[in-house]
């Protein structure tokens, strides 16, 4: 078991790596979230006054929804990552380890996982600097532990994709995936003002409970009412995409 | 005892492309196994079966005594493997590499340094050790690749194509430290389009064509298989070629000439008949501006065995005016 750790800690070592080396490639996963944020600030910013949106202001409501998207963007980055691993051989080093392939996915998923923080940090500081309210420190440590959730989810399905087509040209399906998923939630409206069709979609969309999850204490107080749905389907993403990644990692070679 | 054992391995890719078509070989544990073959013959696609990569859609292949389809686990820990192109990551030094490397080999931490700084030294990078990759020459990259594939003391060490692309010295340390590991004893499965590296280094050769094994022994066996010397006559500017062949005809059997502006017959009787040969051109009436004799090569084998050469086997043969340079 220390064996597998240490492999894992030396993947995530590596993926984190690239942040540090080239942070210019970075930049634009970390911006786009905050500059979502802003933008839509101002063209809807006045939607927050509609009943049912409980939020002092559209920002404050619209901060969560960009914690998720980073959280999208480091799931497809990682995918597009292990895609070029592909294409340029290094995955075949990874795969020639006697390590077990759901060692080397953990590593993959690990890294994801610290490196959604950074766009979710951006966008907070920005966010609060332009006065959203400070929804508490166990409540950030709540939204942050359900961001990383939804990026190792993504970088699941990222993964799923890679392997399934082995080139980055699959990048815009990977990043399809986090952008629907957001899309038919809440995001943009509570659900009493959502559309049928679209409210339909959103009550059975798992990311919709993983939202409402990092919302709260953003817009109204954390209750275990709205936390357990957000843990529980965070962490079935995760198992199932999961699953769909460890098949086919396994599907490689042997 | 053998360190690889293949038995009518085939791969056939979507499309019906039969990519290798029931190969037998065995290598014995120790030697340097060359395989032999030009672009597209199937070598690789051999190693990426014989090191897990690749599912065999037919027959059987045992690496260190273990079973590449049912026990892949057990033959990745006694394998080492550098590939044809040396995937490394460019943003990452090559101390960096070579403890990743370690770590997922399992290595305990205690040793990584101690067994990275001895191989980093022993391929020539120990100044180039905190360097980042990408700033590597491609003699560079090559030999850290190869450093990586013995961090875990392989049994078998399988090298494809390791020398392709490099320049005269980097070919020449890469040879130096594949002697040295046959010398202490690692298995070594060497794949190559090069005559001559195949044969400075084999101590058995396979030779691969359109995914068949068509030739296997040592080199200087094969070599003795194909057996006469051949001479190499160029003729003076002008020279009737069509005749010329007229006259070499009853010395020896038709060759094909390596870049059909010349003369090439296998001799029956050796040296011995060079001076008979160039006597009956002479009373013909053609004069020699070149003549070799050479002794068979790995490229005769080759010939012998697939009707083609190996080396400059892409380009098409050009054909003179009067016919294919054929001696007949």
Redesign the interface.
């Known amino acids: 078991m220390t064996?597998e750790l240490?492999?894992v800690g030396?993947?995530m070592r590596?993926g984190l790596?690239?942040i540090l080396?080239?942070p210019g490639g970075a930049v634009p996963g970390v911006l786009a979230p905050t500059i979502f944020m802003l933008g839509l600030s101002a063209v809807f910013g006045r939607a927050a006054q509609l009943p049912g949106f409980d939020a002092t202001d559209f920002r404050t409501f619209i901060v969560p929804v960009g914690m998720l998207q980073g959280a999208g963007f480091t799931g497809a980055a990682t995918g597009v990552n292990l895609a070029r691993d592909i294409e340029?051989?290094?995955f075949?080093?990874?795969?020639?380890?006697?390590?077990p392939r759901p060692v080397l996915l953990a590593g993959v998923v690990g890294s994801a996982c610290l490196r959604s923080l950074l766009p979710a940090t951006f966008l907070l500081a920005v966010a609060f600097a332009l006065g959203v309210d400070w929804p508490g420190l166990l409540e950030l440590a709540l939204a942050a532990v359900l961001v990383m959730g939804l990026a190792a989810a993504m970088a699941c399905w990222g993964v799923v994709i890679a392997l399934r087509f082995r080139t980055q040209q699959a990048a815009p399906l990977m990043q399809m995936g986090s952008f629907v998923a957001v899309l038919f939630t809440t995001a943009y409206a509570p659900r009493e003002l959502l559309s049928d069709w679209l409210r339909a979609i959103a009550d059975v969309n798992p990311v919709t409970h993983v939202l409402e999850g990092v919302r709260q204490g953003f817009v109204g107080d954390v209750t275990w009412a709205d936390t357990w749905p957000a843990l529980v389907s965070v962490t079935g993403l995760v198992v199932v995409l999961g699953a769909l990644a460890v098949r086919g990692m396994r599907r490689?070679?042997? | 005892m053998a360190a690889i054992e293949v038995s009518a391995l085939e791969r056939e890719f979507k499309g019906g492309v039969r990519a290798v078509d029931g190969i037998d070989l065995e290598v014995q544990a120790g030697e340097v196994y060359g395989f032999l073959g030009p672009n597209g013959a199937g070598k690789t696609t051999t190693v990426r079966m014989l090191?897990?990569?690749?599912?065999p859609t037919a027959g059987s292949a045992r690496v260190a005594g273990f079973d590449?389809?049912t026990e892949?686990?057990q033959v990745?820990?006694r394998?080492g493997?550098a590939?044809q192109?040396a995937?490394?990551?460019p943003?990452?030094t090559g101390r960096e590499l070579i403890?990743?490397?370690a770590?997922?080999?399992?290595i305990a931490?205690r040793s990584v340094a101690d067994r990275g700084d001895e191989l980093i030294g022993r391929v020539g990078l120990s100044r180039a050790a905190e360097r980042?990759v990408g700033t590597y020459s491609g003699g560079m990259r090559r030999r850290l690749d190869l450093a990586?594939a013995l961090i875990h003391r392989p049994e078998v060490l399988f090298l494809d194509e390791p020398t392709t692309g490099l320049d005269p010295t980097s070919r020449l340390t890469l040879w130096e430290e594949v002697r040295r590991l046959r010398d202490e004893g690692t298995t070594v499965f060497l794949t190559t389009q090069y005559l001559e590296e195949a044969d400075q280094l084999a101590d058995r050769l396979g030779i691969i064509a359109a995914g068949k094994l068509v030739a296997g022994g040592t080199p200087a066996a094969l070599k003795a298989e194909v057996g006469r010397p051949h001479l190499d006559l160029v003729l003076a500017d002008g020279a009737d070629l069509a005749a010329a062949r007229e006259v070499v005809a009853s010395f020896g059997d038709r060759r094909p000439a390596s870049d059909g502006c010349h003369l090439s017959i296998a001799l029956e009787h050796g040296a011995a008949e060079i001076a008979p040969v160039l006597r009956a051109l002479d009373d013909a009436g053609f004069a020699v501006a070149e003549l070799e004799l050479k002794q068979p090569t790995l490229d005769d084998v080759f010939l012998e065995k697939t009707g083609e050469h190996l080396e400059g086997g892409d380009e098409p043969e050009p054909e003179p005016a009067g016919g294919p340079a054929v001696l007949g």
């Open positions: 064996h240490r492999m030396a993947l590596r790596n690239e080396r080239v340029q051989g290094w075949d080093r990874m795969l020639l380890a006697p390590a490689q070679g042997y | 090191v897990t990569l690749l599912r590449v389809a892949p686990a990745r820990r394998i493997v590939l192109e995937a490394l990551d943003l990452m403890q990743l490397q770590t997922l080999h399992g931490p980042r990586m």
